[in-house]
């Protein structure tokens, strides 16, 4: 299984910036982010496929970029503009032949 390390959450003021990293272990198609926020469902905050083809959900964009290094095996979330909505714990994804593998997960809290 893929091992995925994510790191960069942290707490911000809404309008503000962070940006979110994913380090993986394999030889990977697509990676992206879901987030959770507290008492609902996760969702697909976006995704990219190996050539660099980005896919988000309608609340992110323009505000949110997803980018891939894969020499460095890393992808990336760039989140700016920060809203109060935007808070939950974001996972890192990551598509393989044989499935698909998880981030721990890292909290990201905008305040208001």
């Known amino acids: 299984q893929v091992q995925l390390v994510e790191s960069g959450g942290g707490l911000v003021q809404a309008g503000g910036s962070l940006r979110l990293s994913c380090v993986n272990s394999?030889?990977?198609?697509?990676m992206g982010w879901y987030r959770q926020a507290p008492g609902k469902q996760r969702e697909l905050v976006g995704s990219i496929s190996r050539g660099g083809v980005t896919n988000y959900v309608d609340s992110v964009k323009g505000r949110f970029t997803i980018s891939r290094d894969n020499a460095k095996s890393t992808v990336y979330l760039q989140m700016s503009s920060l809203k109060p909505e935007d808070t939950g714990v974001y996972y890192c994804f990551a598509d393989d032949v044989r499935g698909r593998s998880w981030g721990q997960g890292t909290q990201v809290t905008v305040s208001s």
């Open positions: 394999g030889s990977i198609t697509i």
